[in-house]
């Protein structure tokens, strides 16, 4: 079922106008946040994982293999290294093809191959070829630490804030907030303010390669096509819920 209107979060429900809808139920619902409104970022940098997961955070320093991050809402948290895809120190001058592993690149000049040694709050140094070299972060735009994931093996729901920032867990519903059991974060909660759309995970919902060509057709096939349109809908229009039955 589909249904265009006033959705809240109230007392731990759902709500679609005057009828509850059990989250369980619930495929896609996207907020109040106009269309193509950007809201400003509290957080200067951003990081991508592996994952798929964009999480705005301020880069605070690197540590036996473990990048230090804090969200101005979530608080500080190490996270491993291997599960890093980018650092973006200007996420707003980022672009797709910034896409080269184990490579800084700059506002000014080729991009810079080589590893990261340290963060600091004015400085970023790495080891290229020409021994460590301690770089200005005025200076810097993205470090690429390996090429883009793939869509994560076990389904996840997934919830975007208004930061921009996406995450992936098991999404509730508390009182009048709503609620993510998160790997890194543990415990978020959020006012739906905080929150542009979230997509909750089905068994109706199949990633692209984990088919293989092997699927019957009228069944995988279109159920993929249909999440993806209905993905793009819900992420334009705002106050959309879409659900797995009628209402």
């Keep these: ?33 106009p269309a193509g409104d950007e809201p400003r970022a509290s957080a200067v940098n951003a990081l991508r994982l592996v994952n798929g ?18 969200s101005p809402v979530l608080g500080e948290r190490q996270v491993d290294m291997a599960a890093v895809q980018a650092l973006e120190f200007v996420p707003e001058k980022t ?7 184990g ?6 000049g080729d991009p810079l191959p080589g590893s990261l040694l340290w963060i600091k709050e004015r400085d ?17 735009v993205s470090y690429v630490v390996r090429a883009r994931g793939t869509a994560p093996a076990v389904a996840l729901d997934e919830l975007c804030t208004t930061d921009g920032s996406l995450y992936h867990g098991r999404l509730a519903l508390a009182g009048d907030r709503i609620v993510m059991q998160h790997a890194v974060w543990g ?35 279109l159920t993929l096509l249909a999440a993806a349109l209905l993905g793009r809908r819900c992420r334009r229009y705002p106050n959309y819920l879409h659900t797995t039955r009628k209402h």
């Design 124 to 140: 970023v140094t790495v080891q290229s070829l020409l021994g460590a070299l301690p770089l200005p972060r005025s200076s810097l």
């Design 187 to 221: 415990e978020m909660t959020m006012d739906p303010g905080q929150v542009r759309y979230f997509s909750r995970a089905s068994d109706r919902i199949r990633w692209l390669h984990t088919l293989q060509g092997k699927f019957e057709p009228g069944s995988a096939l």
């Design 103 to 108: 490579t800084m690149y700059r506002v000014r």
């Design 53 to 70: 997961e964009y999480w705005r955070v301020d880069l605070a320093g690197l540590s036996n293999e473990s990048l230090i991050v804090r």
């Design 95 to 101: 672009t797709r093809d910034m896409a080269r592993p």
């Design 1 to 33: 079922g589909r249904f265009s209107g006033t959705v809240k979060v109230q007392n731990g429900r759902l709500l679609a106008g005057d009828r509850e809808i059990k989250l369980e139920d619930a495929l896609y619902l996207t907020t109040q946040v």
